[in-house]
């Protein structure tokens, strides 16, 4: 017997990219029939092949809900056209800004009372298909929009999807949502790039001392320009807000250095102003399970680079009764061998320490 709430039995995935697709494995793993459509065939093939659903027939029965599943500028035809033919009882999407789409559809003459617009604030550096996962929506923020004309039906349902898939449901204004994932996202996203762009004329000497700083400041620059190319377009003005600020607080960080180059000392204490509103600003971000940040003590620890090996480093911390509460891995260059970082409670940190020596662990 399946076990998702009454009401969603029966949902169509319209767009097989990174997002579309996850959401279609994560209700296949509840026990919701899937129907799958794409302009792509290729994409909707592959997700096919993965288990997340089957080929959707345009006049075929309706299902519950459909989940559009496609750059913001194309949600509002695509629910016109599928509403046409009445393909489903509500309607969502999943695009990352929400003001653009709602408009749209309103002024296409959509059926406001039945689309709920969304968007689960999940992701990965990889793009398609083939990157999709299940569990990408897990313990995440799902923010929807439900606006005046919206039934109390269409809500639950699209709330129901965001419990199959084990999101965080978060209602919000479509305004407040796009100036707020322009901060948190998109405006970073544009930050990360323009510091991996100057990576892309560097030295081969400056590359060979690449550490943890610029990888973390770089991550998400890795992602599809193409598609981050369309995001930023559905949500320039807030974005461009975001991006002038941070420019200013750079230009004058900048300014202060050059002063400080020709000897005006007193300059510094511009950059440390900045620095410490970054402290300020980074110490907001939620910590752990959404709530507020907590201070973890760090156990570095040499790791072989070898098949088993953090294996053997989580059994070691289980068995010490130590829990690993966030971990990350450097390599060293040109060494078969990385440093672990595990964040575990401050008064765990020589429990652990104690433990791994005695299993043979070179803690530093």
């Known amino acids: 017997?399946?076990?998702?709430?009454?009401?969603?039995?029966?949902?169509?995935?319209?767009?097989?990219?990174?997002?579309?697709?996850?959401?279609?494995?994560?209700l296949r793993e509840r026990g919701v029939t899937v129907k799958l459509a794409d302009q792509n065939?290729?994409?909707?093939?592959?997700?096919?092949?993965?288990?997340?659903?089957?080929?959707?027939?345009?006049?075929?029965?309706?299902?519950?809900l459909a989940v559009i599943a496609v750059p913001p500028q194309?949600?509002?035809?695509?629910l016109l056209d599928l509403q046409k033919t009445e393909a489903a009882r509500f309607y969502t999407d999943v695009a990352s800004v929400k003001a653009l789409p709602i408009e749209q559809a309103a002024r296409l003459g959509c059926d406001m009372s039945v689309y709920v617009a969304g968007h689960p604030l999940a992701g990965r550096e990889r793009s398609g298909p083939a990157a999709a996962r299940a569990d990408i929506f897990v313990g995440r923020?799902?923010?929807?929009c439900p606006g005046p004309e919206t039934s109390p039906k269409a809500v639950q349902a699209v709330r129901s999807l965001i419990e199959l898939c084990q999101g965080n449901a978060v209602e919000v204004d479509p305004v407040a949502h796009d100036e707020a994932v322009a901060l948190v996202s998109h405006a970073p996203h544009v930050a990360a790039s323009a510091m991996a762009a100057r990576l892309a004329s560097a030295s081969d000497t400056a590359l060979g001392l690449a550490g943890p700083g610029v990888r973390d400041v770089t991550r998400v620059a890795g992602g599809d320009p193409g598609l981050w190319?369309?995001?930023?377009?559905?949500?320039?003005?807030?974005?461009?807000?975001?991006?002038?600020?941070?420019?200013?607080?750079?230009?004058?960080?900048?300014?202060?250095?050059?002063?400080?180059?020709?000897?005006?000392?007193?300059?510094?204490?511009?950059v440390t102003e900045l620095l410490r509103r970054g402290n300020a600003g980074q110490s907001r971000i939620p910590g752990k399970h959404g709530g507020p940040p907590r201070e973890y003590a760090v156990v570095q620890v040499l790791v072989g680079d070898r098949p088993g090996e953090l294996a053997r480093l989580f059994q070691a911390a289980k068995d010490a009764g130590v829990n690993i509460e966030d971990v990350?891995?450097?390599?060293?260059?040109?060494?078969?061998l990385g440093a672990a970082e595990l964040s575990v409670q401050p008064e765990a940190a020589g429990?652990?320490?104690?433990?791994?020596r005695s299993h043979g662990w070179h803690v530093p």
Do not use: C
């Open 1 to 26: 017997m399946s076990d998702q709430p009454r009401g969603i039995d029966s949902v169509l995935v319209v767009g097989t990219g990174l997002i579309g697709t996850s959401v279609a494995l994560a």
């Open 41 to 64: 065939a290729g994409a909707v093939r592959l997700a096919r092949e993965l288990g997340a659903g089957d080929d959707w027939e345009p006049g075929g029965e309706r299902v519950d």
């Open 74 to 78: 194309f949600v509002a035809e695509w």
């Open 141 to 144: 923020p799902w923010a929807y």
């Open 229 to 270: 190319t369309v995001i930023l377009s559905g949500n320039a003005r807030p974005v461009a807000e975001v991006l002038e600020a941070v420019a200013t607080d750079l230009a004058a960080a900048a300014a202060a250095l050059r002063a400080v180059s020709v000897d005006d000392d007193a300059a510094i204490e511009r």
């Open 328 to 336: 990350r891995l450097e390599h060293a260059p040109g060494l078969l």
């Open 351 to 356: 429990t652990l320490t104690k433990a791994l």
